[in-house]
T-cell receptor, first 114, second 110 residues
Framework: AQSVTQLGSHVSVSEGALVLLRCNYS??????LFWYVQYPNQGLQLLLK??????LVKGINGFEAEFKKSETSFHLTKPSAHMSDAAEYFC????????????FGAGTRLFVKA | SQTIHQWPATLVQPVGSPLSLECTVE??????LYWYRQAAGRGLQLLFY??????ISSEVPQNLSASRPQDRQFILSSKKLLLSDSGFYLC?????????FGSGTQLSVL
């Protein structure tokens, strides 16, 4: 069964600093991997996805993530944080097992300091 | 284009009362549909998913049930709510790979 571990429930960075949110996954088959962002009292919005094409995936708002099979990781990065990046970020893994199920990590709340 | 509607946005219910949350999808046919719950400060827990009319897979045994009476309609129900049912409920449909989420229902059971 697939699972997702996000390291750090809270991450705080200064505006303009590098953002690094960590995600490790477990899957019995080649997975699809995703990062979603959630703003308060809203649904989740897709940032980017890996579906077995290029291992470096670029998403919206300047975010990118690299799939590393040997490390079972899919960390999310952004070179320069903006105040508007403050939100909750979820890593997710999806695989087919009688139907496609997507399992989410516990989330990382990103704080951006001025 | 596809859209997903979820209502109500906010709901306050007493313990022991029934629950019905509805989700509909437009612009696609035979979608895979999902119900997730997000407890305060926690991640998303998959509750139910459906690959077609009348087909429901339950992920977590609990006080809730789901039904899919029509192709693009997914309903989450309870006969008697518990305090522990409080949370943010999200409906989603599956696109080519990723999920598309509704705006969610904040349920408070008092």
């Amino acid at each position: 069964a697939q699972s997702v571990t996000q390291l750090g429930s809270h991450v705080s960075v200064s505006e303009g600093a590098l953002v690094l949110l960590r995600c490790n996954y477990s899957s019995s088959v080649p997975p699809y991997l995703f990062w979603y962002v959630q703003y308060p009292n809203q649904g989740l919005q897709l940032l980017l996805k890996y579906t077995s094409a290029a291992t470096l995936v670029k998403g919206i708002n300047g975010f990118e993530a690299e799939f590393k099979k040997s490390e079972t990781s899919f960390h999310l990065t952004k070179p320069s944080a903006h105040m508007s990046d403050a939100a909750e970020y979820f890593c997710a893994v999806s695989e087919f097992n009688g139907g496609f199920k997507t399992i989410f990590g516990a989330g990382t709340r990103l704080f951006v300091k001025a | 284009s596809q859209t997903i509607h979820q209502w109500p946005a906010t709901l306050v219910q007493p313990v022991g009362s029934p629950l019905s949350l509805e989700c509909t999808v437009e612009g696609t046919s035979n979608p895979n549909l999902y119900w997730y719950r997000q407890a305060a400060g926690r991640g998303l827990q998959l509750l139910f998913y459906s690959v077609g009319i009348g087909q429901i897979s339950s992920e977590v045994p609990q006080n809730l049930s789901a039904s899919r009476p029509q192709d693009r309609q997914f309903i989450l129900s309870s006969k008697k709510l518990l305090l522990s049912d409080s949370g943010f409920y999200l409906c989603a449909w599956r696109g080519p790979a990723e999920l598309f989420f509704g705006s969610g229902t904040q349920l408070s059971v008092l």
